[in-house]
C-alpha cells in the first residue's frame, strides 16, 4: 500500500505531517523545515507529499488555481489569499515587500519564509520532485471530501464535521498529533493527506493543470 504525507505549517518553520497508507491509521511527524520534510518522504518511500503551501510563483499578477479556489469556496474563500509574485521572496520586511508588491496582505507576508524554504528546497531536489509534491489547499479539500460548505474550522461544529469527514474517509484520528499542533493544524494536515492519496491514485482535481512559473515550477492545486 503507497504511503503518502499530508503536511501543514507551524510555527517557527515547522511541519506537522500526517503519514498514511491506505485506510490504516495516521502516524504523526513534526519535523522542521523543508529540507527535513521531503527528508521524511524520502525515507518512507511516499508516493506522494502535500503541502499546505503556496509552490509555484507568478512573476507578476494573479495565479489561475488562486483565482478558481477563491470562486470556488463560498463562504470560506478567506482562506485563500492570493500567491504573491517571486520577487517578494526577496523582502524580510512588510513595508518593503508592500512597496515592492502592492496590495499584498498581512497574511501572505506571514508565510513568505516558508514560501522562500519550500521553493529552495524543491527547486534544489530538481524537476521530478513535482511528480511527488504537489500543492493543497484543505479548505478546498474538505469541501471536495463532504461534498457540502462547511462552517469555519475554529467553530465546535466546523471542527466536528471536519473530523466526521475525515473519519467517513478513513482518516482518524488527530489524538497522537504533535503537541505542537492545534486541532486545525492536525486537521489540515490529515486533509492534505487525502489529497495526497487521491493523486497517487490518479484521482485528484487540477486547478492550474498546464500553468507553471518561470522556472517551470508547477503553479496548481491540487484537490
Known sequence: MAVVLGADGVSRNRW???????????????????????????????????????????????RR???EAYASLGARRSSVFMTPPRHVLDHDRYAAAR??????????FALISRI?????????AGPSIHDVVIECHP????KAMTGVELPRKKSARGALMRIEGLAAAGLADV??????????????AMACAW??????????????????????VPMRIVT
Open 195 to 216: 489529497t495526497a492519496l487521491r493523486w497517487s491514485r490518479g484521482r485528484a482535481q487540477i486547478r492550474g493543470a498546464s500553468d507553471v512559473d518561470e522556472f517551470r
Open 139 to 142: 479548505e478546498l479539500s474538505f
Open 175 to 188: 489524538r497522537n498529533a504533535p503537541d505542537e499542533a492545534g486541532l486545525d493544524d492536525a486537521l489540515d
Open 65 to 67: 488555481c488562486d483565482q
Open 16 to 62: 506537522v505531517v500526517a503519514e498514511v497508507a491506505g485506510r490504516g491509521p495516521v502516524v504523526w511527524h513534526l519535523v522542521t523545515g523543508a529540507h527535513e520534510l521531503l527528508g521524511l518522504a524520502a525515507s518512507c518511500g511516499a508516493a506522494a507529499v502535500a503541502l499546505d503551501v503556496p509552490i509555484g510563483l507568478p512573476a507578476s499578477g494573479q
Open 116 to 124: 522562500r524554504d519550500v521553493d529552495s528546497a524543491l527547486r534544489e
Open 99 to 108: 512597496a515592492a508588491s502592492p496590495g499584498l496582505t498581512a497574511q501572505a
